[in-house]
């Protein structure tokens, strides 16, 4: 697995584009990060961002995931972030993460859709330990989604 930058390419499917913005350690996680904005390519707006975590650790696996996403408020409801999980998956396959863990909280019932629409498979939900800045930050359990992109 490699955690140097590789230059992830055109990343769109028509009227999504994914921007990169930044190659940088994650803060929390500590491990490399690609940070890209979910633009329209048309009208250039910016419809939310998306992260791909380079790396495995237990707490990627388990709480964090590979993949986070924020769909802009006004923009939701148009399967943008599963679009974009999508787009990410062969650069993830590229940088050597085969599976991609994905995770979101239970009751967020959009995120569970957008994770069965981008073709990853629902796994289990865990609890997040307590001393966790993931469960102290109000997410005490957390389900895990498996993306293969080697298919």
Same mark, same amino acid.
């Given at each position: 697995?490699? +955690?140097?930058?590789?230059?992830?390419?055109?990343?769109?499917?028509?009227?999504? @584009?994914?921007?990169?913005? #930044?190659?940088?350690?994650?803060?929390?996680?500590?491990?490399?990060?690609?940070?890209?904005?979910?633009?329209?390519?048309? &009208?250039?707006?910016?419809?939310?961002?998306?992260?791909? @975590?380079?790396?495995? &650790? =237990?707490?990627?696996? @388990?709480?964090?995931?590979?993949? *986070?996403?924020?769909?802009? =408020?006004?923009?939701? *409801?148009?399967?943008?972030?599963?679009?974009?999980?999508?787009?990410?998956?062969?650069?993830?396959? +590229?940088?050597?993460?085969?599976?991609?863990?994905?995770?979101?909280?239970?009751?967020?019932?959009?995120?569970?859709?957008?994770?069965?629409?981008?073709? #990853?498979?629902?796994?289990?939900?865990?609890?997040?330990?307590?001393?966790?800045?993931?469960?102290?930050?109000?997410?005490?359990?957390?389900? @895990?989604?498996?993306?293969?992109?080697?298919?």
């Amino acid at each position: 697995m490699t +955690r140097d930058r590789v230059d992830p390419g055109p990343l769109e499917d028509g009227e999504l @584009r994914l921007d990169l913005e #930044a190659f940088a350690l994650h803060a929390i996680h500590k491990v490399p990060t690609y940070h890209f904005r979910m633009v329209h390519a048309v &009208t250039g707006d910016e419809l939310g961002t998306i992260r791909l @975590r380079v790396g495995y &650790t =237990e707490e990627l696996g @388990r709480y964090a995931g590979h993949i *986070g996403y924020a769909v802009h =408020e006004p923009h939701r *409801g148009h399967r943008y972030a599963a679009r974009s999980v999508r787009l990410l998956a062969p650069l993830a396959k +590229r940088v050597g993460i085969d599976p991609v863990w994905i995770t979101c909280d239970p009751e967020n019932i959009a995120s569970r859709r957008t994770l069965e629409l981008a073709g #990853a498979e629902f796994v289990e939900i865990v609890d997040v330990p307590e001393d966790h800045i993931i469960h102290q930050s109000g997410h005490p359990r957390k389900c @895990r989604y498996r993306l293969d992109v080697s298919a």
